[in-house]
């Protein structure tokens, strides 16, 4: 099913047009407010500067204030209940700006800022935890990608909306007003329709104060050391697009010589070039969580950044020139290019970091993790909005801030690839089963979202591990024969993946020992264990009889049992075959057909080597 069939479910649609909305309202007054206090109210330059730089910082205030409440909260009521208060909140907001608006009352505008700031807070944590409840597994990277290219949309919509309604001369206050409280209002109708989500901590006892709730909180986040990397991957996003955004005005001036409708159009090229980015993650990932799509969106705001500096350097001579103008220039396009693809592949690089902070994390503590998300987030734009405003200061041009950004990026994304190397193994697997194979997954639905379960799978070649991990939807540890394991370039991606080394009891019994020492201690902590029964890759393509040692596991952990299979690898270089037939061992066909069927789960008091190697052939069929 498309990730676009999920508009027609109810699960689904409501809530997306719901967030949607709450962006493109936020975005409205926050340009309205700007327009009003930076245009219409004859201000000087300098107080005007005051507010629109002290805005930014009244709006997040509430992200560090209240993050950490907002999260318990969401973990403690029905969620729909709470959104709707939100909504209702949202409405009240709305009129007061309406007030602020008419009357040009800076400080009740501001005001209303802040509440629009608690009104994003408390919103944040619902937003991103209600998605693994409605959604299945297979959805869930679908959804997020829609859900973020419905927020780069409105965001850019909002912005356009709340400058354009205040620009209009005479009744641009009252449109303002009305625009944006007939949003909040079709906001909360929406939200009538979103279907209850059940508290996940109904009896979470509430922690009131800031300070000691927001250290609770990040320890929560903290606890799982691959979720608190992909937070501060996502932080580093919010760091990088809120220098680029904060330095687009300048550079639309500066270097590329044009007017206001060139920034709409910059903004509108970065806005669809996320949302293309965010949508194409369902297709390139196979509806899995797939981090391996972090590193390519990393490279590629660091390759299109340069490029952008490269494309123009500068101050531009002569008036500033429309959009039609600004088109029709000398390496124009190249820009555009640029702009479209560093939203593309931010796309690429924070729908799956969300997607895997929402599957990694424990369902009743994951809304925390989200509002520590936020803490993070909001600390990491701080400093964005200083990073940005030294360099200004300092004289650093924006299209040279751009480049700073940029290479910024290789360091920390290399930063956090090395604290957590599965990202890094996520993305070659991912590679090798998009350039090698095509891989067809059948019956991934019997694996078990959580706890223990044991895997049984024929083994055909020396890549069959990584293609399993590129396909199973949750890690899974890996019983490796030794001497593979220690392949110089097998041994880091094995060791990255936790693979368990096993030998032969008449090879090194010692490592036999480690080995179901290590299986047992991973299925107690709730692991999946993938193991070969056969003990060694197929010589002839047939499946060879299933040794002993998983009865002796099973003995020992009684877990529930997966049968698999995988088709179509005989003829892969990495098989035994060319072995066979006595020639070099060559890939002699690239993007070859390969199934991998997942079996229904067996209780592990009905299973034996012989049954389970009847059931994997019965799996396998005639393809080997």
Not at 16 to 26: E, G, I, K, R, S
Not at 213 to 229: C, F, K, P, S
Not at 247 to 264: H, K
Not at 403 to 425: D, K, M, Q, R, S
Request: glycine share 8%.
């Amino acid at each position: 099913m498309s990730q676009f069939a999920l508009f027609g479910q109810r699960r689904f649609a409501p809530f997306f047009w719901t967030q949607a909305l709450a962006a493109f309202n936020d975005n409205a007054f926050r340009n309205a407010l700007i327009v009003l206090v930076a245009f219409q109210m004859g201000l000087s330059e300098r107080t005007a500067s005051f507010y629109t730089n002290f805005a930014p910082a009244l709006f997040i205030l509430p992200f560090f204030l209240f993050s950490a409440s907002a999260g318990q909260l969401a973990e403690k009521i029905e969620k729909t209940r709470i959104i709707r208060w939100v909504k209702l909140f949202e409405i009240a907001a709305m009129v007061i700006a309406a007030a602020g608006f008419i009357t040009h009352h800076v400080s009740l505008l501001l005001v209303v800022l802040f509440m629009m700031g608690l009104h994003s807070t408390v919103f944040g944590p619902i937003k991103y935890a209600i998605l693994p409840q409605a959604l299945k597994p297979a959805e869930l990277v679908g959804g997020n990608g829609l859900v973020e290219m419905g927020t780069q949309l409105a965001i850019l919509l909002g912005m356009i909306a709340g400058t354009t309604v205040m620009g209009v001369a005479h009744i641009g206050p009252w449109l303002a007003a009305g625009v944006t409280i007939g949003v909040a209002v079709i906001g909360y109708l929406a939200s009538r329709a979103i279907p209850p989500a059940p508290a996940t901590a109904p009896d979470l006892q509430i922690n009131w104060n800031p300070l000691t709730e927001t250290a609770r909180v990040l320890g929560i986040t903290r606890a799982d050391r691959a979720v608190w990397n992909a937070v501060l991957g996502i932080s580093w996003f919010w760091f990088f697009g809120t220098v680029l955004i904060a330095q687009l005005p300048g550079y639309t001036r500066e270097t590329l010589g044009g007017d206001n409708t060139v920034f709409t159009l910059v903004l509108t090229l970065f806005s669809i070039g996320s949302g293309l980015g965010a949508l194409a993650c369902e297709k390139l990932s196979g509806k899995r969580v797939e981090i391996g799509l972090v590193p390519i969106g990393a490279f590629g705001l660091t390759a299109f950044g340069v490029d952008l500096y490269l494309a123009r350097r500068g101050i531009a001579a002569g008036n500033a020139v429309d959009w039609l103008g600004f088109l029709r220039g000398t390496g124009s396009w190249r820009i555009v290019l640029d702009l479209t693809l560093i939203g593309a592949f931010a796309g690429l690089y924070v729908v799956p970091l969300f997607a895997f902070v929402q599957a990694r994390s424990p369902r009743e503590k994951l809304s925390r993790v989200i509002a520590g998300n936020n803490i993070m987030n909001a600390v990491w734009i701080v400093a964005a909005a200083l990073f940005g405003f030294t360099l200004s200061w300092l004289g650093v041009h924006a299209v040279t801030i751009f480049l700073a950004a940029a290479l910024l990026n290789v360091l920390v994304a290399a930063y956090i690839f090395t604290l957590v190397p599965e990202f890094i193994l996520r993305f070659v697997t991912w590679l090798l089963t998009r350039t090698l194979y095509r891989v067809r997954a059948d019956g991934l639905q019997h694996i078990p979202e959580q706890g223990p379960a044991l895997l049984v799978c024929n083994h055909v070649s020396y890549v069959d591990p990584l293609l399993l991990m590129a396909n199973l939807r949750r890690p899974a540890r890996f019983v490796t024969y030794y001497r593979i394991f220690n392949v110089p370039l097998l041994k880091f991606l094995f060791r990255t993946a936790k693979a368990i080394p096993i030998a032969g009891q008449k090879e090194d019994p010692a490592v036999l020992q480690q080995a179901y020492d290590a299986i047992d201690a991973a299925l107690a902590d709730g692991e999946l264990v993938c193991i070969f029964p056969e003990g060694a890759l197929t010589r002839d393509g047939t499946i060879a009889p299933f040794r002993p040692g998983l009865e002796k596991i099973l003995a020992r952990r009684p877990v529930p049992v997966l049968p698999m299979a995988l088709r179509g690898l005989w003829g892969s270089m990495w098989s035994r075959r060319d072995s066979a037939l006595h020639r070099a061992r060559l890939p002699r066909r690239f993007r070859a057909r390969v199934e991998l069927v997942v079996d229904a789960t067996l209780a592990p008091e009905q299973v034996s080597a012989g049954s389970l190697e009847a059931r994997v052939r019965e799996l396998r069929g005639e393809l080997a």
